[in-house]
């Protein structure tokens, strides 16, 4: 700990000087009365510090949290020296905010004394946190001089979003081959009752339909459809955000990736990640918990890195994108590559659907007329734009903060419903 | 509070002055009201460059009051106590921030060191002018002795501060 002066020790010291120097010119023993204070608080403050021996260290109760949830952060201070008084702050993140009054704090340590400093914090935002670094300054009795250290240790708490609860989600056009809870369109070894057809030699007997071959005067067994399981991809745009007052159309998506992300693999499907952005992030589609961990993982890395380097589709592994998967893209539509990328994928067939993470909610219309007109005309291009997704066979809904995101799932629902009726016709 | 009582302190040590009458009892209380008006901004705008100035107009007018007295006034030594006062106050205000929140023993502490060192000032000045009143001849033993105390509180600052920083 390198100790440097306070403006105090130069002012101190330049009024004794001054003092001393004018009672000798004019002769005047008061003005060494008035100026020996001074000296006497300078020496003494000299003469009592002592180079403090401090180490300091941060720790936390719990390394992964839900957002919202609160943790403790520990500052723990160790003095081999007396420390007359040491004030400590523990710096934090913008995604979390201190409970405790205690931050920053001023105290006194005594030689070999231990302090353990509780800060109760929360993480108002998912993401990977890094607290600290967990300063302190420590100053000599009287204030002359003082010495800084910071600590060594910076932990990290990791922030999951909170998911939604979704009772029901997109289904993909197509099936995969293992099994699952999606029922086939086509006809093999299921539950799911499908139709009836003539028996045949081979047909197990217990697959006969009593009733109906009753009916019908020959042998009839049920048909089924298998229960297989889907490849979804679920495809986070980073290229830009809305954001105001710490919420932003990023934390909207990040939130209902980790939800949709949560929900397909409770349907034993199987899902992948694709982070397209300023920095490209991929998971190669997987099943189970240790799947979901990883996406939820991956997603707490993901921040809006500007980027002018015009990325296409083909920078993607052609393992993250399986044939017969369903992309699922949250987009606030604000960049034109991800939205070249999403037409891009429709364009190869991919099964392709769109929640427009509306960037409004965080915008406000100008007083100006000139400008409002200009965001009029912004938000009118934007429906433009959905049109054209939707024209190219892309389901989108546009999902306004605040909306539960099952009501935009339902939307996206409907279109495709329709989208296929219409072809069929 | 401490600020308030940096300003008291401030005031009181120029009233000292005022009190004193003469001719230049006017310069004084013009020096006292910039003093104050000094250290206010200081404590307003968190300047602690300020600080000794208002120290020095405060001192410049009592000073200013005491031209033409050949005796020495016994409270001086107050006054070099009260300018103290102001200034460690002055100081304690500009480096407390409000959102450090100081435990309650470091403010006891604090306040018992401060007031210990005021004591001690003051004593050290009563027997200062003491030595200077039984002194027949004030003019060059006083000099001498001035000259010597400045030379050892310079020695001695030099070497409290050399063996603080090795």
Known sequence: MRPYATAKLGGYAALAAVGLLASLVLSRPELVALTAPFLLALAAG???????????????????????????????????????????????????????????????????????????????????????????????????????????TRPQVRAYPREDALRRILQPWETQ????????????????????????????????????????????????????????????????????????????AVRATAALADAYIGRRDRVGLVGFGGILRWLVPGGGTVQLYRIVDALLDTEIVLSYYWKEIDVIPRRTLPPNAL???????????????????????????????????????????????????????RDALRHRLQRAGIAVAEWRAGEPLQLVLEEVRSFRRHARLARAS | MTGAGAVAALAAAGGFGIAGGGRYAQAALGATAFALLLLVVALVLRAPVLVPWAVIATAAGYLAVRVGHDSVDGWAAVVGVLLLLAAELAAWSIDADPRIRAERALVVRRTLTLAGLCAAALVANFLLLATTALTASAGALLALLGTTAAVVAVAVVLRLSRRVTA
């Open chain 1, 177 to 252: 081959v293992f099994t699952g809870n999606e029922v086939a369109r086509r006809k093999g070894e299921g539950i799911e009752f499908a139709d009836v057809r003539a028996w045949a030699p081979g047909d197990p007997v217990r697959r006969v339909n009593w009733r109906a071959s009753a009916r019908r005067g020959e042998l009839l067994v049920n048909e089924s459809h298998p229960e297989r399981n889907t490849d979804v991809i679920l495809f986070v745009d980073s290229f830009a955000e809305a954001r105001q007052e710490g919420a932003s159309t990023l934390d909207l």
């Open chain 1, 327 to 381: 992309v699922l893209g949250l987009s606030p539509l604000l960049d034109g590559r991800s939205i070249g990328a999403l037409l891009d994928l429709r364009a190869r067939k991919f099964d392709v659907a769109v929640v427009d993470v509306s960037p409004l909610p965080f915008t406000r219309r100008p007083a100006d007329p000139v400008d409002a007109v200009a965001y009029d005309i912004w938000a009118l291009r």
């Open chain 1, 46 to 152: 000299l003469a009592l510090a002592t180079p403090p021996r401090l180490a300091v260290a941060a720790a936390v109760d719990a390394e992964r949290v839900l957002e919202g949830d609160e943790v403790t952060a520990r500052v723990l201070l160790d003095a081999a020296t007396p420390i007359d008084r040491v004030d400590v702050y523990l710096r934090l993140p913008p995604g979390m905010e201190s409970l405790s009054a205690t931050n920053p704090v001023s105290l006194r340590l005594r030689t070999g004394e231990r302090r353990e400093l509780a800060v109760r914090v929360r993480a108002r935002r998912w993401g990977a946190h890094v607290l600290g670094p967990a300063y302190a300054r420590v100053s000599d009795p009287f204030g002359f001089l003082r010495w800084e250290t910071v600590a060594e």
